[in-house]
C-alpha cells in the first residue's frame, strides 16, 4: 500500500535554528512527491515537485531533497513567518490524486 | 493566471440537512478536479476526482456525491448531513507538475 509519513508531528525552533522535516514514503512507481504549506484555515500552498532521487529545489529559506525512500524539507535560519504546518504529499502510477501525509507543524519563536 | 474559488467560507448545518459546496476555476481549460476531506488530526482524504463534464470517480464510499456540470466548475452534494461530515473541505486542480487547493470550507454539522 502506498503511504506517506510524516516526522515530527511538531517542531519548536528559535528564529535562526535551522532544522529539517522528513518524509517518509513507499510507493509502487513514484511520479513525484509533493511539499506544500498550510497556515491555519487556508488551503495548502504549493511548495516543491521532486520526481526523482537526487533532485533538489530551493525556495527562500526551504530546500527540499529525495532519495529512494524519503524527502527532507530543510528550513534554514528559519524566521515566525515560516510557522506553518507542511505536508508531503506523493503521485503514483495510478495518478487519480496525491497521497498525503499528516504533516509537520511548524512553529518558529522569535 | 489560474484562480480557484470556493463558498461558502464557513458553514454550520444541522444534522440530517443537504448540504451544496461550490468550486469554480479560472485560467484553465479542462482542468482535472478534486474535493479533499481534512479532517482533526488527519490528512487529507481524497473524496472525488473529475477529468471531465459529467465524469465523477469516487475515491471513499460516504455520504457524499459529487458533480461537474461545467468544465470549470465542481460541486460536493449531501443529501442528508452526518456529524461525521464535519471537516474542512478542499477543492483542487491540477496542472500536471502540482494540485492547485482553493481557500476551503469549514463545515461544522451540529
Known amino acids: 500500500e502506498d503511504q506517506v509519513t510524516q516526522s515530527p508531528e511538531a517542531l519548536r525552533l528559535q528564529e535562526g535554528e535551522s532544522s529539517s522535516l522528513n518524509c517518509s514514503y513507499t510507493?509502487?512507481?513514484?511520479?513525484?512527491l509533493f511539499w506544500y504549506r498550510q497556515d491555519p484555515g487556508k488551503g495548502p500552498e504549493f511548495l516543491f515537485t521532486?520526481?526523482?532521487a537526487g533532485e533538489e529545489k530551493e525556495k527562500e529559506r526551504l530546500k527540499a531533497t529525495l532519495t529512494k525512500k524519503e524527502s527532507f524539507l530543510h528550513i534554514t535560519a528559519p524566521k515566525p513567518e515560516d510557522s506553518a504546518t507542511y505536508l508531503c504529499?506523493?503521485?503514483?502510477?495510478?495518478?487519480?490524486?496525491?497521497?498525503f501525509g499528516k504533516g509537520t507543524t511548524l512553529s518558529v519563536s522569535s | 493566471s489560474q484562480t480557484i474559488h470556493q463558498w461558502p467560507a464557513t458553514l454550520v448545518q444541522p444534522v440530517g440537512s443537504p448540504l451544496s459546496l461550490e468550486c469554480t476555476v479560472e485560467?484553465?481549460?479542462?482542468?482535472?478536479l478534486y474535493w479533499y476531506r481534512q479532517a482533526a488530526g488527519r490528512g487529507l482524504q481524497l473524496l472525488f476526482y473529475?477529468?471531465?463534464?459529467?465524469?465523477i470517480s469516487s475515491e471513499v464510499p460516504q455520504n457524499l456525491s459529487a458533480s461537474r456540470p461545467q468544465d470549470r466548475q465542481f460541486i460536493l452534494s449531501s443529501k442528508k448531513l452526518l456529524l461525521s461530515d464535519s471537516g474542512f473541505y478542499l477543492c483542487?486542480?491540477?496542472?500536471?507538475?502540482?494540485?492547485?487547493f482553493g481557500p476551503g470550507t469549514r463545515l461544522t454539522v451540529t
Open positions: 483542487a486542480w491540477s496542472s500536471g507538475t502540482g494540485d492547485h
Open positions: 510507493v509502487s512507481g513514484l511520479r513525484g
Open positions: 521532486l520526481y526523482s
Open positions: 504529499a506523493l503521485a503514483n502510477q495510478a495518478g487519480t490524486a496525491l497521497i
Open positions: 485560467g484553465t481549460s479542462n482542468p482535472n
Open positions: 473529475s477529468v471531465g463534464i459529467g465524469q
